[in-house]
């Protein structure tokens, strides 16, 4: 995080906004969900699964560069898996600027049901589709072997302290996975975890939330630079 202290360009600083006659600039943060790897074709809990690109995650990469080019982004954060890094590269190369490689931008662990669907889980027996049921509502709940959604909001607020210290005024791009990308929604809009299970992230998309004392959320799930039909839910 420290690498970057100072990285915010003067055309960021252009974004101030003025409450009560004095400037209190937001972070404005570019969230990012990875391209599409394979295991997001058939819906499966990838979790830290170490999955690369597919071809048409690497367009997506590179469509996602392409938008971001130009843009007054001060840094690229990513998680350090392949999926994110691969996308967060070609943005940072874009951008000129360097690739931080981030933790707390993983995704939440899923630990035993890594590699499987929802619909696989179902079938595996009344303990596994209670446990499952009672994780979809219950953000404390863990999935075995793995990680509360709860967790992933106690280092994804870590990270936001470190950021508004270290950018503030800044754009800042974040590519990361479905779980850490909703907690922060949620926390932008001031809602209850429970609530990321009412949002859907598409591979290769962008969200964009002004970040200070009262968040903003600018945009959500969006995927114009992709081509208006591209998206996953368009074709299903």
Known sequence: MRAVRGAATAGACRNAVTVGGMASPPLRL???RHGECPSNRELRYLGRRDEQLTEAGVRQA??????????????VYSSPLQRAAQTGRRIAEGLGVPLVDEPRLIEQCFGDW????RGELLLRGDAERELLLRW???PDATPPGGESLATVETR?????????ADHSGAWVTLVSHVGPIKVLLCAALAVPLTAARRLFLDPGTLSVID????????LFNAHGHLGWREARWMRH
Not at 62 to 75: I, K, N, Q, R
Not at 156 to 164: N, P
Not at 211 to 218: F, M
């Open 211 to 218: 970040w200070g004392e009262s968040p903003v959320i600018r």
């Open 62 to 75: 590179e469509c996602l560069a392409a938008a971001l080019t130009g843009l007054p982004l001060a840094a």
């Open 136 to 138: 979809e509502r219950d």
């Open 114 to 117: 890594e590699g499987l669907t």
């Open 156 to 164: 994804i607020r870590s990270l936001l302290a470190d950021l508004a």
């Open 30 to 32: 570019f969230l990012v």
